[in-house]
Structures are given as C-alpha cells and as structure tokens.
C-alpha cells in the first residue's frame, strides 16, 4: 500500500499502526505482501516511528534481508550517547540500526515478527 509524502498520519492508521521495517529496495514490496505500511517516504518518517512505539497495540514486520544485523544495536547505542563518529562493524549508524535499537529499548521488539529469506526468525537482536 503505497503511503505518499505526508506529515500526518491517518487517525485509521495511527490507532493501531503495523509498521514494517527494513532497509530501502526491501521494506516497499515486504511492506505490501504483510499489509504493513512503511515510512520510507514519510518526511517525518522518524516521528510517525516514535508514534507507532508508544501505541501499545502497534505491531511490526521487519524484513531483514540485505540489512548489516552485525553490531546494529552498539551502533544507535553509541549514536544516542553521542558518540556521532562510532564506527561499530565496519560503518556507522544507519536509519535501519536506530529503529532496531529503538524497539529493543522500547520493549516494542516482543511486538515484532522478523523475517529472513520469506521465513519468520527469531529476533537476532534480543
């Protein structure tokens, strides 16, 4: 379900959110098959996500194919402690990174489902 360039999210949508998440080529198809929206082309793609964590009913996809899994946590970790040139793994923080470090912070992650490969996973972060 293709989102659009907004500011807002929908009341529909906000109530009770299924968000997927992902990297950039994967997420937009993934998004559709699970009946999931993504934030790729939201402006404030880092807002509605802050939104989606603290709705209790809100679930998440994420679709890891093709994202570094290697030290995305210890990446945004460095990253919120202001640690703006960690390099963790060979790179630095990625939208990817924060919003895994976001839902295991949150405690939002016992909300998501993980897919690799077209297959539910264990959550590779907890």
Do not use: C, K
């Not at 968000?19 to 934030?39: K, M, N, P, S, Y």
């Not at 995305?72 to 630095?92: L, M, T, Y």
């Amino acid at each position: 379900m293709p989102v659009g360039t907004t500011d807002q999210m929908s009341p529909a949508r906000a109530a009770v959110p299924h968000v997927a998440l992902g990297i950039q080529g994967q997420v937009e198809d993934f998004a559709d098959a699970v009946g999931a929206r993504h934030l790729m082309n939201e402006r404030f793609w880092m807002r509605h996500f802050e939104a989606a964590i603290e709705n209790p009913d809100a679930r998440y996809s994420v679709i890891l194919d093709g994202a570094e899994i290697s030290g995305a946590i210890e990446r945004s970790a460095a990253r919120a402690n202001r640690d703006f040139f960690a390099v963790i793994a060979d790179r630095q923080p990625s939208p990817f990174d924060w919003e895994m470090y976001r839902l295991q912070t949150s405690g939002a992650a016992s909300r998501a489902t993980f897919y690799l490969g077209g297959r539910v996973v264990p959550n590779p972060f907890s």
